[in-house]
């Protein structure tokens, strides 16, 4: 068989995935966009502009023009181009495979041509599309097949560094790269939600193949993880599940709460944008108070806003964050903690151990086991 005709079929895809294989992406950037893999690159065949184009073009004409047009907007310096790019990342990606949506002409062009330059990948059967469906049916397969323990407790008990210390885990708020509260933005951005299920698909093929039969950890989420959404099924699976509670005290979540809010943001911030990176915290910080002012009250919002305030003109002036504990437990007090306690109230039946983060860890690496 030549290299030319290597079509990936459906029943391959696992083992890819498996393998951490390299994608190359052929689609347009704005198709990129809405969702990809993390091992993919995207070097379009056909950018956003031309593939509107082209398609306008297969509305108005048919397909033999749209293929005609594609053809005459592909060409010279800039199909070169393209044949380059792809090219090169197949040789620095050992075992590149590449897709377009649904394995139709881009991506059968596109390999053609670097077929022509002497580089050969395989193709991906029903493209992106399919990859996904693979995706999507894992995250179904594993609610319906997967026992599943949550780690619960108050707001600084450090329960997403808990889960991360089980091998068989999954850390969703680190797939939506958000804290899942107010306060919960992280200067990176968000995925796409399609982003979010894919990678989600991808850690539970990965990690059920590498520790079958076994317990999963989740961290106690609501269902939006900032605008990422856990899939139904898994979610309904996720609530239905146990709970084991961290407990800590006030004094050690208050200093945890200060180092992830406070001075890793500030970094965060600060590196990412050099000129203006404190004011954007400060900006941060202070949206993330007002989406709770309803739920505060204006009278609580106020006092907590003013300590606030005044934390932060002192790190600013003297960088000295040791303010910032006073709005961190007015806030606990006022807000946080009374959530929490009433939405553990809600599902007493499903806590079955507490303790300190040391025993809980303990604890869910022994069930994880069973």
Not at 108 to 123: I, K
Not at 281 to 292: A, C, E, H, N
Request: hydrophobic letters at 40%.
């Amino acid at each position: 068989m030549k290299m030319l005709d290597h079509i990936v079929r459906s029943e391959e895809f696992r083992d890819l995935f498996l393998a951490h294989t390299p994608f190359l992406d052929v689609r347009a950037e704005v198709e990129f966009a809405k969702g990809g893999f993390p091992t993919s690159k995207n070097i379009p065949i056909l950018n956003d502009d031309e593939r509107q184009l082209v398609g306008t073009c297969y509305k108005q004409k048919g397909r033999e023009a749209a293929v005609e047009l594609g053809h005459k907007l592909v060409a010279g310096d800039t199909k070169d181009q393209r044949i380059q790019a792809w090219c090169d990342f197949a040789k620095a990606n050992a075992n590149t495979h590449m897709y377009c949506w649904r394995g139709g002409m881009r991506s059968n062009y596109a390999r053609q041509w670097m077929h022509e330059a002497g580089v050969d990948v395989p193709l991906i059967d029903g493209g992106f599309k399919a990859l996904r469906r693979l995706l999507i049916d894992t995250i179904d397969k594993a609610a319906a097949e997967v026992p599943i323990i949550r780690i619960g407790g108050k707001t600084g008990t450090r329960k997403t560094a808990l889960v991360n210390a089980v091998d068989f885990s999954i850390d969703l708020e680190g797939h939506a790269n958000h804290r899942g509260s107010s306060f919960g933005y992280r200067v990176s951005g968000v995925p796409s939600q399609i982003d979010f299920e894919n990678a989600l698909g991808i850690e539970l093929l990965q990690k059920r193949h590498a520790f079958q039969g076994r317990t999963l950890i989740v961290e106690d989420e609501s269902q939006s993880i900032g605008p990422s959404t856990i899939p139904k099924d898994f979610y309904d699976k996720m609530r239905a599940a146990d709970v084991a509670i961290v407990e800590m005290p006030v004094a050690d979540r208050v200093q945890c709460i200060l180092r992830e809010y406070v001075i890793e943001m500030t970094q965060e911030f600060l590196e990412a944008h050099p000129d203006n990176g404190f004011e954007l915290f400060v900006d941060y910080l202070t949206q993330s108070l007002m989406r709770v002012k309803r739920r505060l009250g204006l009278e609580r919002y106020q006092k907590i806003s003013a300590l606030m305030d005044a934390a932060l003109k002192k790190q600013e002036e003297q960088d000295d964050t040791s303010d910032h504990e006073g709005w961190i437990v007015a806030l606990l007090a006022d807000y946080y903690d009374p959530m929490c306690e009433y939405q553990l109230g809600k599902q007493s039946d499903k806590i079955i151990f507490h303790g300190s983060y040391d025993e809980v860890l303990e604890w869910a690496k022994e069930r994880s086991l069973l």
